[in-house]
């Protein structure tokens, strides 16, 4: 691709100078029709003059005294001359600076009361312009009378040449400077384009910039540097998942490594014992499962946060799919003595993910499950607004949980408790949850209110 600055200037020049043309030719042909009608106004005037005279003077010995009244016309070989011709085509009068010769006669005959106007060749040999006209008289012969009124228009060329040399000097030294006006502006106005592109070459790879641009920029390029930063954030969003995920695997598939690792390095350094070695696998299998469920959470996390796990929305009974769940979580609901109480109408259709809901749901309960203190109450509850909107609530108690807590809640591997993961719960239940809940269009809320952990997930929308 050719240089956008040079494009622009090109263009613009070109532009420019196609209107400077125009303008010429405009220009030219106003001046050449005002220089010749003002010429061919004064040509009509003498030949009215010339005409009344005739009209008045109609006898043959009175002609001489039109020359004397006339003095432009006395000079021989000056640049003004008529003639009067006969119906015969004879010569009536002639001015004296003819010099006795003919003027040309008009290349048709002119009609009554309309003047003729054409160039010619003057007795004196110059070029220039005439009028004929039909004299209009009351005497009998008069109407047929022709006469031509001559002046040189060699003057009016010049001055025509004069002005022409002007306005193309004048259009040649404008367009010189459009040009110049236009390089200069189209690098002005690309300035901020090239500062922000230096600002882009500039930036670093591993920390997102807090602004692209750092300095206004025109009104044009605010929708491109709004896009592009909005892609820039999109970019370095991947880019810190990507560190993320890899940062989340790492730490917290080195816990469950060094287990196995010391449950195998244990059984192989004590003798034979088949208890010891049952241990060992038992040890194994738990952190194998911990690593399991882990790398599958974080996988979903991956597609749910980089868009490629797209929500099938139908139509889902909430009601019966906690009645359901909550029928699933009695074992692990005994095994802690925690009790449920759904305050939930006995059906509410809904239109949502059915796997996505169910998993968002169930990593609720379970974690109210898992840190709910033994013998306490899980509430659940279900609020419908006028407008269809429906908010899930669930409470459990958290003694633990304090209020700067809060700002860790939905992070990977965050626990209240530094001892680490077990094979039913890794950390990531309520970050999977956010995940999820944002690909449904969903918002999930945490709250703490006397010791009470509730959650909030809103708006689901009811069919």
Not at 63 to 80: C, F, I, K, V
Not at 373 to 383: K, N, Q
Not at 390 to 406: G, T, V
Request: glycine share 6%; hydrophobic share 45%; with cysteine.
């Amino acid at each position: 691709m050719p240089s956008l600055q040079r494009r622009l200037a090109i263009e613009l020049s070109v532009a420019l100078g196609l209107i400077l043309v125009l303008l010429f030719l405009v220009l030219d042909r106003l001046v050449d029709n005002e220089l010749y009608a003002r010429m061919d106004a004064g040509l009509l005037e003498r030949s009215r003059t010339i005409a009344a005279f005739l009209d008045a003077h109609p006898e043959p010995r009175e002609l001489d005294e039109l020359a004397r009244l006339l003095p432009e016309y006395e000079m021989p070989g000056h640049t003004d001359f008529f003639e009067v011709w006969n119906a015969d085509g004879s010569s009536r009068l002639r001015s004296p600076s003819s010099s006795g010769r003919s003027l040309a006669r008009p290349p048709q005959r002119p009609a009554a009361g309309k003047p003729t106007y054409f160039d010619m060749i003057l007795p004196d040999g110059h070029s220039g312009r005439a009028v004929a006209t039909m004299l209009e008289s009351h005497a009998a012969d008069a109407g047929r009378k022709l006469l031509v009124v001559a002046t040189e228009r060699e003057p009016h060329d010049r001055l025509e040449r004069r002005i022409h040399y002007t306005l193309l000097g004048g259009i040649a030294l404008a367009l010189v400077l459009a040009v110049l006006i236009a390089l200069l502006a189209v690098r002005r106005g690309l300035t901020p384009l090239l500062r922000f592109g230096e600002r882009i070459a500039g930036l670093d790879g591993t920390q997102p910039p807090a602004k692209i641009a750092d300095e206004p920029l025109p009104r044009e390029l605010e929708p491109f540097a709004r896009a592009l930063g909005s892609a820039f954030d999109k970019l370095y969003a991947t880019i810190e998942r990507e560190r993320r995920f890899s940062r989340d695997v790492a730490h917290e598939l080195r816990t469950p490594l060094t287990e196995i690792r010391t449950s195998i390095e244990t059984a192989a350094r004590e003798p034979a014992d088949q208890a010891g070695t049952r241990a060992a696998f038992a040890a194994s299998v738990d952190a194998v499962e911990r690593m399991q469920r882990a790398i599958d959470a974080l996988l979903m996390l991956a597609r749910h946060e980089a868009g490629l796990a797209r929500p099938a929305l139908d139509p889902l009974d909430l009601s019966a799919l906690l009645r359901n769940l909550l029928d699933a979580l009695q074992v692990l609901a005994r095994e802690r003595d925690i009790r449920f109480a759904c305050a939930c109408p006995p059906d509410l259709w809904i239109r949502s993910d059915v796997g996505s809901l169910e998993r968002i749901v169930s990593n609720l309960l379970r974690n109210a499950i898992e840190y709910a203190p033994a013998g306490s109450r899980v509430d659940i509850g279900v609020d419908v607004a006028d407008n269809g909107d429906i908010a899930l609530h669930i409470a459990n108690p958290a003694p633990n949980l304090s209020a700067e807590d809060l700002g860790h809640v939905g992070q990977r591997f965050w626990r209240k408790s530094p001892s680490g993961g077990t094979a039913a719960h890794a950390g990531l239940g309520l970050a999977l949850a956010l995940a999820l809940a944002r690909s449904l269009g969903l918002e999930l809320q945490f709250a703490l209110q006397r010791d009470i952990f509730r959650v909030k997930l809103s708006p689901l929308k009811a069919l």
